[in-house]
């Protein structure tokens, strides 16, 4: 019995009540000196694994724990590379590349900007906005909504400033205002070489076109890279700098083309093409015993500086990219080949009818006339078609085909222009009925300017092709120049067949021929004329005309052609009349230019016994022969 004698006392977690907790845990927690104990041994063990984790970052992760601070601070930052010169064949600089910088701000930091101490807030922002105003030539409300620009820490405020004026920012010192070192692309002559140097695209300096297009693999050079440390308000963190790749700037190339040369045949041309009322124009020069382009015009321009007013035909080099109908300045391969092949000779007799029926058509002139009698000679003076089919037909198609083809006719020049295009020649094999005729006057085929006038400077260069050639050369990395490979010239017809024609082709600025427009007095001019039907391939049809003509002077002792075609002109259509003043002008120029002596009386009376080439007289004709033998 328990000692107050009610009996055994129940056992521990018996009864209707149950179990009941430990009386030890319900007298620790009451006790204050056991939940201190308690609350200090929890606290201890936070602090512990504090302390094992700082121990872990400064002793034993140290390396990778700052590696990862520093990586949220670092920022790379883009160094463009320098495009290199473009340069006319005298060093006169086409384009060029100057430094430019975009200025960017942190709108978080740029609120911290305060002459006096003070706190970051709008104060700043208002200050900056004042004080870089006049410096950015930006209203302070314009300023002010960009440094205000909501979720955002980089905001561009303006472009291409100029390192002075980036220089005078910079010494404000405001926070979160940035420079970025950029390119700009700048072409001083402007509209005269545009189509030819090309462009490239300003925001990111990629080529567009041209010779910038062309040549981009040595012009664009590589960019580079740098790495800084930013602070907290976003600002470079003066001398963390340090250059991760180096930029690589491109190098410098030089061009055939004389900028002096250039300039008065695109003004020349200019006002031909405006004042016929012409769609567009080429001009080429060409440089005979070299094959160097000293100038390529086309008509209508654009200004590479500013691409705003650009059409995308501006953009186009016709010269280049262009392929046509030639029309009658063809004629000149036509009679090569029968010439070379001894079908003909320069007074070989051709009777010309009113209409010639060939293929199931009539040909017939650009005049109507009576039957004629011409020699050879006479057919290229007075560009007859009639006479010129009658001519041809006696070469082998295949043969005549071949001929083409040597000249340069559907073969790419070895240029690489941007775009160009090889022109356009059917095989002989695959001409229709018509078209077997059509090719000797220079319809059913296409070439371009350069490919026509390279024809021409085959022939002054008695009889061989040069290579068409645009680049001189590059300068390598140590500033010295390196010229392009030369290569050897090609013979197309001989000697004999090149000077025949050369004096066939005087006739064509005779007193008879079809271009007096282009006589140049005191020299003999050699050239030939060319009006063809222009296919339109929008339209799907033809459509309005070329008018052409391409030649050189002194015929005697050539150094350049000179090729000008005026495309659908509105007013007038034949070449001589037409293309002739413009090639008048720019030969002119070149001959006083060259201080090249006039042609010497003997020479210039040659005028007078090719035009007596064409008489029947036999009398007449036999003291022609005699005289021209005698040159």
């Avoid at 905001?155 to 205002?177: C, F, H, N, Q, Y």
């Avoid at 008695?462 to 090609?490: C, H, Q, W």
């Avoid at 002739?580 to 230019?593: A, E, K, S």
């Amino acid at each position: 019995m328990s000692p107050r004698g009610r009996g055994p006392a129940p056992k521990r977690g018996s009864g209707p009540r149950g179990p009941r907790p430990p009386r030890r845990l319900r007298i620790s927690l009451a006790n204050p000196r056991a939940r201190a104990r308690g609350i200090f041994v929890v606290i201890l063990f936070i602090f512990t694994l504090f302390g094992a984790q700082l121990l872990r970052i400064q002793a034993f992760d140290a390396s990778a724990t700052q590696a990862a601070a520093l990586s949220k601070r670092l920022i790379k930052l883009h160094t463009p590379a320098m495009r290199g010169q473009i340069l006319d064949t005298n060093g006169q600089v086409l384009a060029d590349s100057v430094e430019r910088f975009t200025i960017a701000a942190d709108p978080v930091a740029i609120q911290c900007y305060v002459k006096v101490r003070g706190e970051c807030g709008s104060q700043g922002v208002h200050q900056a906005a004042v004080d870089l105003s006049p410096m950015l030539g930006m209203d302070v409300a314009r300023l002010t909504t960009l440094f205000t620009t909501p979720d955002t820490r980089y905001v561009i405020v303006k472009k291409d400033v100029t390192p002075a004026d980036w220089r005078e920012i910079r010494a404000l010192g405001v926070p979160g205002i940035a420079g970025e070192r950029t390119a700009k692309r700048v072409y001083p002559t402007s509209m005269a070489l545009g189509q030819l140097v090309g462009y490239v695209n300003q925001a990111d300096q990629t080529a567009g076109g041209g010779i910038e297009l062309m040549l981009d693999g040595t012009l664009a050079g590589r960019s580079g890279t740098r790495i800084a440390e930013r602070a907290q308000n976003g600002a470079v963190i003066p001398g963390t700098q340090r250059v991760d790749e180096p930029a690589v700037d491109g190098r410098n190339v030089r061009l055939t083309i004389d900028s002096d040369i250039q300039w008065y045949a695109q003004n020349a041309l200019a006002k031909q093409v405006t004042a016929v009322k012409a769609e567009t124009g080429t001009a080429v020069v060409l440089e005979i015993a070299t094959g160097k382009v000293r100038a390529a015009a086309s008509y209508p321009a654009f200004d590479p500086n500013d691409l705003t007013k650009a059409t995308k035909e501006s953009l186009r080099n016709h010269a280049f990219q262009d392929a046509f109908e030639p029309g009658s300045t063809g004629k000149l391969m036509t009679m090569a080949a029968a010439l070379e092949h001894g079908v003909v000779t320069p007074d070989t007799g051709v009777i010309i009818p009113n209409r010639l029926p060939r293929a199931g058509m009539k040909f017939k002139d650009h005049e109507e006339h009576g039957t004629e009698q011409m020699t050879a000679t006479g057919v290229i003076a007075q560009s007859s078609n009639i006479g010129t089919i009658l001519v041809g037909e006696r070469v082998p198609p295949a043969t005549m085909e071949q001929t083409y083809r040597k000249f340069g006719v559907g073969v790419p020049t070895e240029v690489g222009f941007a775009g160009e295009s090889s022109g356009q020649l059917a095989k002989a094999s695959d001409w229709n009925a018509p078209q077997r005729y059509t090719v000797l006057f220079g319809q059913g085929y296409a070439l371009t300017a350069i490919q026509a006038a390279s024809v021409f400077a085959t022939v002054a260069n008695g009889g061989t092709r040069m290579p068409i050639s645009l680049v001189e050369g590059a300068y390598n990395d140590s500033g010295t120049f390196v010229p392009a490979p030369s290569k050897d010239g090609t013979r197309v017809v001989s000697e004999k067949t090149a000077a025949q024609l050369s004096r066939m082709l005087e006739e064509v600025t005779g007193e008879d021929g079809t271009a007096m427009d282009a006589r140049i007095e005191g020299y003999r001019v050699a050239g030939k004329t060319g009006t063809a039907d222009r296919y339109d391939e929008k339209l799907g049809r033809y459509n309005g005309f070329t008018a052409s003509f391409i030649g050189y002077a002194p015929a005697e002792k050539p150094k350049y052609v000179v090729a000008v075609f005026i495309h659908k002109p509105r007013a007038g259509m034949f070449g001589g009349a037409l293309a002739g003043p413009v090639f008048n002008q720019v030969m002119t120029y070149l001959l006083q230019r060259e201080n090249t002596p006039l042609s010497t009386p003997s020479d210039l009376d040659y005028h007078v016994w090719a035009k007596n080439l064409s008489t029947n007289d036999p009398d007449v004709l036999s003291d022609a022969r005699a005289r021209r033998d005698g040159l």
